[in-house]
């Protein structure tokens, strides 16, 4: 079958037009002239001892040693055929090529395939081999009137796994193709590594499932390479299946490194199926102890799948390990007792009574995947007020947090009543070695019911007057945000009476701005929205205190979110609200007579 007739620039030189034709073992050149030009030392360099030297990355231990080069000279010939055969393989480019020139120079070898297969397979050299001195080699090859056989063109392809060039690649396979040269099993596990560190990856998978699927046993250091490849490009799935299907045929000597790294990247990227996988094939066996930045990736990854059995796994882990425990891993442990399949709701209530025995009191911020979960049904508050009470039974500190988090449940619900059944009902979970108490109620509990107060139809301030005289009888230290959401009870219950009563919905608002002047006095401003609707609805009926709070704000714009890119906007209402009032007003005095009177 004659050679295709489209090759690759560099490649047209491999076979002149004007050459006869050699066989595929040639190993004579047919001229002097063609011998001269076939071995030409373009690159500088005697020794790989000489590039230790002259580089810094090097260890000084190696630049210290002495030289440990035999003689070439006083070699035979066939002796140095075996060293450059043997510098070929350790990919020792100079010593390659220094050896390849004595016996073209000194021993008047004329170029042959074996000196250039060994010059060739020297690039394999991570450090030193590149791809065009390939490409320089091949050219000289043809230059000197001999043709590359099979084995050179796998001397080429596994060059090219570890400096790639598809073109490169390409033009050899149609060289080979054009020559009925067969790709061996290891050339065809080069062009795959080749393409994997090109970012081919589908053509690499092609490659080797082909591979796999004709029977060709592909050897461990190229699924290593597939996995650690697909894994640091964020295929883990694919990945996976690789080591999947090695660990399913009985692989036993699958390396610790590609263990780890299967489950680092996994757990990273939250794969569940993957780092499931690698956690009960290494941690659960032994094989392996990751550190805690590596379990806390797979007990997010565990607490996203609602896979409750993996997350105590990695607790248990953790925990024999002597780990100290922060909020978030309780909290990723609770939402994956919630996100099972059905949710385990009494085990996610026992995690908060957990906390506070490792000194870890739960916040709001633990409990938000069961406000999420309880919040849409009465029936699941219900559900979890009577489990807390069985774990108080059983002499579980029940925290405010989880009370709290049933009260929040029924504001989100805006019912005030069973918001404040469930207020009542705290001071019967203090602990049992404390004795009777009050209540053990904090600030949250009364910023969630004044919430409450305000959202209830109608507004309640007279609950929430209660409610504040209560937090001071207990000694309840208020926050800005008690006082933000005291402000808006009164503005919404104002609003309310306004049409029906005006004298009391004018004495709602005067309570509302007496509330924010005290909080003024304190060194605090309400949030921004807050401000507003106060500002407003102070002009709405022509209070001119509405300029006081304007005043105020402009003066502490700092303090005050969003106020300085949204300020102005605020005055503009106002000042359209009250002229609007002050035009109702006229209206008024004009349609009683009072200015024909005057």
Known sequence: MSAPSVMHYWYRTLIPPSAPSQRHNSTRAKSPAARKQAIKLLHGGTRDSDYANRNPRVSWQKRLLPDPKADYNTDTTRTLYDRLEVTALEGRCVDTREIAEILVRERKER??????????????????????????????????????????????????????????????????????????????????????????????????????????????????????????????????????????????????????????????????????????????????????????????????????????????????????????????????????????????????????????????????????????????????????????????????????????????????????????????????????????????????????????????ERQASFLVSELLALRVKPTALTYDRLILVFLASGAHHLPLNKAEGLRLLDYAYRHWNDMVELGWMPRFGTLEKLALDLGKVGDGRCWDVLQTCEERGKDIEGWAAKGAWVKRGVEKVWAEQQARTSAEYEGAGVLAAE
């Open 111 to 460: 170029p042959n395939l074996d000196l250039y297969y060994a010059l060739i397979l020297s690039n394999t050299s991570a450090d030193h081999g590149a791809a065009w001195r390939v490409a320089e080699y091949l050219a000289e090859l043809a230059a000197a009137g001999l043709e590359a056989d099979s084995k050179i063109c796998h001397a080429v392809l596994k060059v090219l796994a570890v400096h790639v060039d598809h073109l490169m690649r390409t033009g050899i396979l149609e060289y080979m193709k054009g020559r009925w040269f067969e790709v061996t099993s290891k050339g065809k596990q080069d062009i795959a590594a080749s393409m994997l560190r090109e970012g081919s990856f589908e053509q690499a998978l092609e490659v080797l499932d082909e591979m796999q699927g004709g029977g060709t046993e592909v050897e461990p250091w190229l699924l290593d390479l597939f996995v650690y490849t697909l894994c640091e490009a964020g295929e883990v799935d694919e990945a996976h299946t690789i080591l999947q299907a090695r660990h399913d045929s009985g692989e036993e000597d699958v390396s610790k490194n590609v263990w780890a790294y299967m489950l680092d990247k996994a757990s990273a990227e939250c794969e569940y199926e993957a780092a499931v996988f690698a956690w009960k094939n290494t941690v659960n066996l032994g094989f392996l102890n990751p550190p805690s930045g590596i379990c806390l990736n797979v007990l997010t990854t565990a607490s996203r799948a609602g896979d409750p059995a993996l997350a105590t796994d990695v607790f248990t882990h953790l925990s024999k390990r002597g780990e100290t425990f922060t909020h978030l891993h309780y909290q990723l442990l609770l939402d994956a007792y919630l996100g099972a399949d059905p949710p385990d709701l009494k085990r996610a209530l026992t995690i908060l009574t957990l906390m506070p025995q490792e000194n870890l009191p739960p916040t709001a911020w633990q409990t938000r995947s069961l406000f999420t979960y309880l919040k849409t049904d009465p029936a699941l508050i219900e559900s979890a007020l009577q489990m807390l009470r069985e774990l108080h039974a059983a002499n579980k500190p029940v925290p405010i947090a989880a009370l709290n988090l049933l009260i929040e449940c029924h504001v989100s619900r805006k019912d005030l009543q069973a918001a404040l059944t469930v207020y009542k009902l705290i001071h019967t979970f203090a602990p049992i070695a404390e004795g009777p108490k009050p209540t053990f109620a904090d600030i949250e509990t009364f910023n969630l019911l004044l919430r409450v107060c305000r959202t209830a139809k109608p507004p309640d």
